[in-house]
């Protein structure tokens, strides 16, 4: 901090009591100047000669035959016209950045100009503001904070728009230039972990960080780091992102609890200011704040009841970046009074908020489109796609142990970003087979609603032996999986070519045998749609490995053998279940759909390819491939 001194004679201000100041001197005093409760018993000469509104005082004071002289209104009170006084008698005053504004506006307002006197006071102060204070980073933020307690004289003076400009100007330095002291507590640099390092025996000189200023500035109170911040978006220099990390780390500073999702303090009003302030200073561009910070604001947003504007506003600027979030930071309580746990309904606005880019990027020009990507931020990739389906999976398997959720909340989220592409359907899945086993007692037709919601083609290995043993599933599903399983099986196992599907399958084809019509029209919809028995798993189980073992080159095992160590129960399962999917109606349907893929494989590759049944042919060597 840096100090000036004014005057040479040795501080002669006595008390008597603690309303009575006086200088102790043979003279005898001829002026009493009254400032508030305090009383200061001085000479007219020194006073006189320095100020011109104490000789406007006095002059009014001699007229009305009266020595005493009232002030109630100067800056700062006693202790400024104290050192206004010690400057008149040539006293020693110390001048630093905690009282040099209070001296300034005192200064002013008695007039110490330079018409009254050479080397006057107001000259000495703006001598040490400009040479001094102004050029010295901290000295310049402990100065605009202490210009808040002597508005409006600060402004007047201009001393809060010179600190604006000192402060914006010295973040906005090349690093390289910067030589002064600042703090930086976030990130402790290697030099004060102990850890720098030397090369060759010489220490490598220490480089400043870009957001070296970001720690001083979070000291300042909401309305002066709002102005800075102004100031300093104005000069253009300073990227987005540094501005965006010095609004998130003032946002942690300023609002303790934020970062846990709650807000603590008793000033409700004073806390939803800050968060329209700093929602209201973050720079247009998308890198400015990371989703998780801006999610965490939109959540204060919700529990100060802010306004409506800067609520659309968060929610806009997390749409377009809504990939970078995670399950955690979705995880939004309710507001109260609402039955489920978690704020399904605000999820869903973002990802609304996420496929409203897509759809407005899709109103361009078709001539525009080859520069879209780089022109309009709104455009969503197909990567951004995935991320968001593999977020709202997540979000929904998280969801789905809340019991009260109900079922239309859940598919209506799902269904949002059905369309995106999914390389795999597993977390999908587990959302489903988790709100399965919450919600047991729904109905079959809820549970064939929120089936229908999973490709059980786009399943993995793992997530299909899941499914085939999973009894929350209906049977309809846990076939349909068994089916998918096999064709990607056998796809494999010949390289593309029409699979050698099982004879109970194959059975179901066109031109394919139909001896087994009879159990086909024994089957309802009510067998379809029911859970399968313990038994009717482990059947489907042993579908499944034996098209597993065939795989692997293991096709040569004894069905007699196998079935011979079969239980009864394990029997009449089997029978059962092979009965099931003898089924026509269900397998003309798996068919045809496969059919329809077929056509539509060249434009999906996340789905197996099969060659429709029309037409046989003959694996090649050349052409032999493996798909998964």
Known sequence: MKFMKLGSKPDSFQTDGDNIRYVATELATDIVVSIGDIKFYLHKFPLLSKSARLQKLVASAN????????????????????ICVKFCYGMTVTLNAYNVVAARCAAEYLEMYETVDKGNLIYKIEVFLNSSIFRSWKDSIIVLQTTKSFLPWSEELKVVSRCLDSISYKASVDTSKVDWSYTYNRKKLPSENGNDELWNGVRKQQMVPRDWWVEDLSELQCDLYKRVIVTIKTMGIISADIIGESIKAYTLRRLPGFSKGIIQGSDIIKSRSLVDTITWLLPSEKSCAPCSFLLKLLQASILLECGEMGKRELMRRIGQKLEEATVADLLIRA??????????????????????????????????????????????????????????????????????????????????????????????????????????????????????????????????????????????????????????????????????????????????????????????????DAVPTAEELKALKGELATLRLRDEGEGGVNSNAKDGAKTNAEKVATSRVRGLLMSKKIFSKLWSNRERHNENSSSDTSESPCSTQGSKSTPSRSRRHSLS
């Open 335 to 528: 507001p109260a009074g609402e039955t489920t746990i978690c704020d399904i309904d605000l999820v869903r606005d973002l990802v609304e908020e996420f496929v409203t880019q897509e759809q407005t990027a899709q109103t361009d020009s078709p001539a525009e489109s080859e520069f879209q990507k780089i022109r309009d931020p709104g455009f969503i990739s197909d990567a951004s796609k995935v991320k968001v389906a593999k977020l709202v999976d997540g979000y929904l398997a998280e969801v789905a142990k809340d019991p009260n959720l109900p079922l239309s909340k859940f598919i209506d989220l799902a269904e949002m970003v059905s369309s995106f592409p999914r390389p795999s359907h597993d977390g999908l899945y587990r959302a489903i087979d988790m709100y399965l086993k919450e919600h047991s007692g729904i109905i079959k037709s809820e549970r064939n609603r929120i089936c229908r919601l999973m490709d059980c083609k786009k399943l993995s290995a793992d997530a299909c032996m899941h499914a085939v043993q999973n009894e929350r599933l209906p049977l309809r599903v846990v076939v349909q999986v068994l089916f998918f399983e096999q064709m990607r099986v056998t796809t494999s196992s010949v390289g593309g070519s029409t699979p050698d599907l099982s004879a109970s399958i194959r059975a179901l084809l066109p031109g394919g045998s139909h001896g087994s019509s009879r159990s086909a029209t024994t089957n309802t919809e009510e067998d379809w």
């Open 63 to 82: 007229d009305e035959s009266n020595d005493e002289i009232n002030i109630y209104d100067i800056p700062g009170g006693p202790a400024t016209f104290e």
